[in-house]
């Protein structure tokens, strides 16, 4: 009965603490939603090619308007890299991607308190000031053009630089359109609604996950082993043990973004310093799956650097907010009994909640009827994970059945590659058309010669002319294997679209 009866308390105390954040979660992510929706992507491309001051700033801000997940946000960082941006501006962009956010903050002002919210972007600013100056210095210049070269390289082989050719509808609602447009139509809500409900199903189970470890870690861990684990009494030196303590927490936890808060919550109960709560939450982007997809990305070397600036900066960002807070009176002195309160009351958050609610369901219902209100344009879904996808801005791409699957990670796409055919059903994969060279789609669709893909005539990456006809290629190394013995490639092109991959997932980037 004792077993039952703390998993039940456990359980209770994750629910709560989620009833007390709804209305935080629908409008942090409805104002994330709206931004991501008004802001195009492509605007990144091109500003971030230096880490000048001014170039971090602009990083700082582009990530922060993209607010997403430390995976989505990982990808999209790699994706900026392998175009040019430099490397220190797109490892900040992540930074503000995922730790320098609305929904964050509210949640943590909820939970722990608004010196937790305030401390949050205080830290931040802290910590992306010192990442440009450690991490150039971190990671030699002579290692980044290597680990650009090697990031391409790999794409290219695996046929994901050829995107760039792919077909993508730009209407009126489309990314392409400029935001003051869009803000003006129903279509461009409807495309920040699928942001806003991709965004909550993507991360459903990180929330989740996060909440119930938070409920079991507030009622079942003894005071003890939290007395044990937090160094306190030792001045200056128990907060340098907690904010180094607090990343190695997050390290292990798999645990990221909002979910991330009531882990914070249950940490700062059970006796963590400020500073420690600071440093934990800015940690997940060190998560163990995440320092792997680093290694994929730009090689061990380079990661093992990057774990050691973030680890340190992370700890140091928190560090010098505690002391800062100390200096101006702002750090807590007492330790909620409770997280939240227990059990239902009629307050505003009950109010605030059911309008949430009802603001959900609005959203929910332009999501659902986006296709209706001329939505949906240029963006697809993620069949794997439930993100919404900018196609031109994807970080991954595959074909399958002669259709074109948009991922918002290499994560999600290597699960489709193992069994395509288990996500294939979703009804937002795109159909490739064409029928020749010289019969596009009327969506501009036609076919390279050389490697089968499906590309937009309209942004095909080069053209050449052969006997009267006109033939589009997706890189310019295709055309130039064209041009060099064009009747090598004439063969082909009756081939069915994607001939070169017979049908099976290959991996694309936008």
């Given amino acids: 009965m004792f077993v039952l009866d703390s998993i039940a308390r456990s359980l209770q105390e994750a629910f709560f603490m989620f009833w007390a954040t709804l209305w935080a979660l629908v409008l942090g992510f409805g104002l994330s939603g709206a931004v991501q929706a008004f802001i195009s992507r492509e605007q990144m491309q091109g500003v971030l090619g230096d880490h000048r001051p001014r170039t971090i700033a602009k990083a700082s801000f582009f990530g922060v308007v993209s607010s997403s997940c430390s995976y989505a946000a990982s990808a999209l ?24 956010v609305v929904e964050l903050g509210i949640v943590m002002w909820l939970l722990i308190g608004w010196q937790f919210a305030v401390a949050e972007f205080v830290g931040g600013a802290i910590m992306i000031v010192l990442l440009a100056i450690v991490l150039p210095r971190v990671v030699p210049a002579g290692w980044v053009p290597p680990a650009r070269d090697g990031l391409n390289a790999g794409l290219a082989g695996s046929g994901e630089l050829a995107a760039h050719g792919m077909a993508a509808d730009h209407g009126d609602a489309a990314p392409g359109t400029p935001g003051r447009k869009r803000f003006l139509t129903r279509a461009g809500w409807s ?6 409900i991709s965004d909550l199903t993507m991360l459903r189970r990180e929330m989740a996950g996060g909440y119930i470890i938070a409920g079991f870690l507030a009622i079942l861990v003894p005071e003890a082993v939290w007395r044990a684990l937090f ?60 320092l792997l997809i680093y290694r994929k990305y730009y090689g061990m ?64 219902w332009l999501y659902r009827n986006r296709d209706r209100l001329g939505g949906g344009a240029g963006y697809a879904k993620d069949v794997v994970c439930g993100m919404q996808v900018q196609k031109s801005m994807a970080p991954a791409t595959a074909f399958h059945a002669g259709r074109a699957f948009y991922f918002c990670s290499d994560g999600c796409h290597d699960r489709f590659v193992v069994n395509p055919t288990r996500f294939a059903a979703g009804d937002k994969a795109e159909a490739m058309t064409g029928g020749g060279n010289t019969g596009s789609s009327a969506k501009g669709a036609t076919r390279d010669p050389v490697c089968g893909m499906t590309v937009d005539a309209t942004a095909a990456a080069g053209h050449a002319s052969y006997a009267g006809r006109e033939y589009y290629f997706c890189s310019t190394g295709c055309k130039d294997r064209f041009t060099e013995s064009p009747e090598d490639f004439l063969d082909r092109d009756s081939a069915p679209p994607g001939g070169h991959q017979h049908g099976q997932a290959g991996r694309h980037s936008a």
């Fill in 191 to 196: 495309n920040a609604a699928g942001y806003t």
């Fill in 77 to 100: 960082a790699k994706s900026l890299f392998s175009k040019g941006a430099d490397f220190t501006s797109a490892m900040i962009f992540m930074i503000a991607s995922t730790n320098l």
């Fill in 301 to 364: 070397k380079i990661t093992l650097r990057l774990l050691a600036a973030f680890w340190a900066v992370m700890s140091i960002s928190g560090l010098i907010t505690e002391y800062l807070f100390k200096a101006v009176g702002l750090v807590p002195t007492g330790r909620p009994t409770n997280i939240v309160p227990l059990g239902f009351h009629l307050d505003y958050t009950s109010v605030l909640n059911v309008v949430a609610l009802l603001v959900f369901g609005y959203l929910y």
């Fill in 231 to 290: 160094i306190t009494g030792h001045g200056f030196g128990s907060s340098v043990e907690n904010v180094v303590l607090g990343p190695l927490i997050a390290v292990i936890s798999f645990v990221c973004s909002v979910g991330n808060v009531p882990l914070a919550a249950a940490l700062w109960k059970g006796g963590i310093t400020f500073g420690g709560v600071i440093s934990f939450v800015f940690a997940d982007l060190i998560t163990l799956p995440l």
